[in-house]
Nanobody, 125 residues
Framework: VQLEESGGGLVQAGNSLKLSCKIS????????MAWFRQAPGKEPEFVAG????????DYAESKKGQVTIFRDNSKNTVYLQMTSLKPEDTAVYLC???????????????????WGQGTQVTVSS
């Protein structure tokens, strides 16, 4: 399975970005997916997750109201819409596929077994 993120870049604080993650090699629509972010020297931090059918989504407490995760199973793609970006949002953003599906969103990196290479998001002040 391959996951490929895109949509990152350099933006000014207060602006928005939409990240995309396309998955290939598996039946995308059967997997829960999530976005994490990783700053240099730190562990991946959960940002948002969504169940296989898009029926349930959940967010890091600090990200609620700022980001929205959604998916288009017909395009094998999961998205992360981010608004009101701040310099502290600067990180590599990674999408990940869950090991198993649940009726809730798992938030630990160990619960995900396939990862993309990430897309860099840099927010300038």
């Amino acid at each position: 399975v391959q996951l490929e993120e895109s949509g990152g870049g350099l933006v000014q604080a207060g602006n928005s970005l939409k990240l995309s993650c396309k998955i290939s090699g598996r039946t995308f629509s059967t997997y829960d997916m999530a976005w994490f972010r990783q700053a240099p020297g730190k562990e991946p931090e959960f940002v948002a997750g969504i169940t296989w059918n898009g029926g349930i989504s959940d967010y890091a407490e600090s990200k609620k109201g700022q980001v929205t995760i959604f998916r288009d199973n017909s395009k094998n793609t999961v998205y992360l819409q981010m608004t009101s970006l701040k310099p502290e949002d600067t990180a590599v953003y990674l999408c990940a596929k869950s090991r198993e599906n649940h009726y809730y969103i798992l938030k630990h990196p160990d619960d995900y077994d396939d990862w993309g290479q990430g897309t860099q998001v840099t927010v300038s002040s």
